[in-house]
């Protein structure tokens, strides 16, 4: 069920988006660019590593502090610009990334 309509059968998704506009289902602007297929652009796996990367690093900085408000951080730590020595990394400066990293990879 989409909205109370019933889209039945063995549709391909342009269609049934073309019967949810017909049916009023979808209330804005139907246009061509919601049936195209975008060119797959070439990847680049240096900058993938480098975006996961960043994301391990940045959430291993951000983890000691991780829902403090910014007050806090700011009088406690200044600018964070090094690890912080947590319980999780026996009391060194070292990064220990969390589960936000291991979701994102």
Do not use: H, W
Not at 10 to 34: C, G, H, P, Q, Y
Not at 66 to 83: Q, S, T, V
């Amino acid at each position: 069920m989409d909205g109370g309509i019933n889209v039945k059968g063995n549709l391909t998704n342009s269609e049934k988006m073309r019967f949810l506009f017909s049916e009023n289902v979808i209330r804005a602007k139907e246009s061509d660019f919601l049936y195209s297929n975008p060119e797959m652009a070439e990847v680049s796996f240096d900058k993938i590593k480098g975006m996961l990367l960043g994301v391990a690093i940045g959430d291993s900085l951000g983890y000691p502090v991780e829902g403090k408000p910014p007050e806090y951080k700011l009088k406690k730590y200044g600018e964070i610009r090094d690890y912080i020595p947590t319980r999780r990394s026996n009391g060194k400066p070292v990064g220990v990334p969390t589960d936000d990293t291991q979701m994102t990879f």
